[in-house]
């Protein structure tokens, strides 16, 4: 192991505790006789999260049937498989939310890339007929979180990464295990297993960029994330400097018998649902997807 690789493993290890909500919720989240009033006590705590939950339950893309102004109104009214997403955007938003200067993403473009892999996951499970995994949602919110402990490593690396891009055309995930001695992928799915976060979610952080390593089990779930990823960057959303250094698994878009109509399609469902989310997440002020933004097709 290099030197800056071991650096990386001692701050994954002393990288801050999954927001405590997010692990109450989590510790319940198969259990079929869950007091909603419990949840909904513990919850009540934390006013930024309570906010932002009721805004979320209240919103288009969670499918709102009448507003609710409570917390147990709306945890019955989600269930608690959707709850659990709810406080995952909303406990995790803030740290998706920095600005990272060494992949080049202002504030709020790595949170946006994520909520749009999240809904995009979703979306192509709809189209294709798919019975969404239960943790499709979070694992595409969740899939690029070893870049924010990766970030630092990368800028000091910068001009060793861009002399190497532009030499030898590899993946940037690849040139991230050559230079640093591990991917952000690898970093992302070691926090999420020291979080002790489901397989389902380790999976997709750690394959996602190379999907066919995932197991049986779990390929699945990958493969939707890996193809909504890359359905982001072809929008531009969340590139950076690596967006558009990443190989397309073949194998994943033919498991899933997507053509090219079906990805685009689901692209610009995943756009209307994206912004109103990001109302949510980011008020007005700090909204950074438009519906105009095309960077490149997806092909």
């Not at 659990?84 to 946006?112: D, H």
């Not at 690898?186 to 996602?208: C, D, N, V």
């Not at 649902?273 to 097709?297: A, F, P, Y």
């Amino acid at each position: 192991m290099n030197s800056s690789a071991k650096e990386i493993t001692r701050e994954i290890e002393l990288f801050p505790a999954m927001p405590a909500l997010c692990k109450f919720v989590s510790t319940h989240l198969n259990d079929p006789n869950v007091d909603f009033k419990m949840i909904a006590e513990e919850l009540k705590y934390d006013p930024g999260m309570t906010a932002n939950i009721l805004k979320l339950a209240n919103s288009a893309y969670f499918g709102a049937a009448g507003r609710v102004t409570s917390l147990q109104t709306a945890i019955a009214r989600v269930g608690m498989k959707r709850m659990f997403q709810l406080v995952i955007a909303s406990g995790f938003s803030k740290t998706l939310v920095k600005p990272l200067s060494g992949y080049n993403l202002r504030p709020e473009e790595l949170l946006m890339h994520s909520v749009f892999v999240a809904v995009a996951s979703e979306e192509l499970a709809r189209v294709t007929g798919i019975h969404p995994p239960d943790l499709l949602f979070t694992a595409g919110l969740l899939h690029d979180m070893g870049k924010v402990i990766m970030d630092k490593h990368v800028e000091k690396a910068v001009s060793i990464f861009s002399e190497k891009a532009n030499k030898e055309q590899a993946f940037f995930d690849v040139l991230e295990k050559e230079i640093l001695g591990m991917c952000h992928a690898e970093a992302g799915g070691t926090l999420l297993e020291q979080w002790k976060f489901p397989h389902e979610l380790i999976s997709a952080a750690r394959f996602h960029h190379d999907p066919a390593k995932a197991s049986v089990e779990d390929i699945m779930l990958v493969n939707i994330v890996h193809i909504s990823d890359m359905l982001s960057y072809s929008e531009g959303i969340g590139a950076g400097i690596d967006g558009f250094r990443y190989r397309t698994s073949r194998e994943a878009i033919s498991s899933l018998g997507l053509k090219t109509s079906i990805l685009e399609m689901v692209t610009s469902h995943s756009m209307d649902k994206v912004e109103e989310l990001e109302k949510v997440l980011c008020g007005e002020s700090g909204r950074v997807v438009k519906k105009e933004k095309n960077v490149r097709k997806f092909h």
